[in-house]
């Protein structure tokens, strides 16, 4: 099985999910994973998320803006 990878940057968890781990609609995790992926979604909720952005320079200028 292929594992997700979750990072913590200062104000967010990352999460990386292999191609191959993606089944149809499901995907594969481990119980640590299910629990990082939850308080993610806890945030994202929250409404602690950005914009989609088009193009990188949007981003970065989203990025020193905190």
Known sequence: MEKVLI???KNYLVLRIPIEA???EECLVS???RVAIAKGMEDFEKGRHS???DNAKEAISFLRSL
């Open 22 to 24: 993606v089944s149809g």
């Open 7 to 9: 990072t913590q940057e």
């Open 51 to 53: 914009k989609v952005f």
């Open 31 to 33: 119980g640590n994973e």
